[in-house]
């Protein structure tokens, strides 16, 4: 039986989880919101795997972690308004933003021409996508249309074949991310999240 790697997020080399996802690898660890199923964007067979391990219509896209703005700039066509201005001023948090794609994305992870993206406000998380080099797609981890799982042993019992398991000391965050489109200059709230976007500055 192959051995999968499950250890504590904080305890493990961040060089060989992004060995494992350069290589086209899907991991479960954890965000600064719940626990997500992670690759690289950039690999279509690993994108299409994980689309079918969670039953997820493809249509409906993917979130996309980046490490900073400049990051997300190679990700979008443009940015609509004040936006890169404001989401500059909130990043890293649990906002995830709807923006205009850029052409070159695969439509897996920008359907209809548009792609949804997070810094997160997790440094360690944030370090592992730097050292990739390149965004990494976010799922949350569990079945299309089952609640977000809250332990790592739940992961596991719904996708026993992922390629690594990294749990996270403590408390973990239960509330997923805030969506907020802006892909018409204004932002608009689509999701209620961890961050309350009305009332916090910009």
């Not at 992004?18 to 279509?44: M, Q, V």
């Not at 409906?60 to 972690?65: A, D, E």
């Not at 000391?169 to 802006?182: C, E, L, M, N, Y």
Request: charged share 25%.
């Amino acid at each position: 039986m192959e051995r999968r790697l499950r250890a504590a997020f904080e305890n493990v080399d961040l060089r060989v989880l992004a060995g494992i996802l350069s290589g086209g690898g899907i991991i479960a660890i954890p965000t600064d919101t719940i626990y997500g199923l992670h690759c690289i964007f950039s690999n279509e067979s690993t994108l299409r795997k994980l689309i079918g391990l969670k039953g997820r219509d493809r249509n409906k896209g993917l979130i996309l972690l980046a490490s900073n703005v400049n990051m997300v700039d190679g990700l979008v066509s443009f940015w609509p308004g004040d936006s890169r201005v404001g989401l500059s001023s909130i990043w890293p948090a649990p906002l995830t933003a709807i923006l205009p794609a850029s052409e070159n994305l695969n439509p897996f992870v920008a359907p209809g021409g548009k792609v949804a993206v997070r810094v997160p406000s997790f440094k360690r998380l944030v370090e592992l996508i730097d050292m990739l080099g390149e965004p990494i797609v976010s799922t949350s981890a569990n079945k299309s249309g089952a609640p977000p799982t809250s332990s790592m042993r739940e992961v596991e019992k719904q996708f026993p074949d992922l390629d690594a398991y990294l749990s996270r000391r403590g408390r973990h965050a239960k509330r997923v991310s805030t969506i907020v489109d802006f892909t018409n200059g204004e932002g608009r709230v689509v999701r209620e999240g961890a961050y309350d976007y009305y009332n916090s500055p910009k």
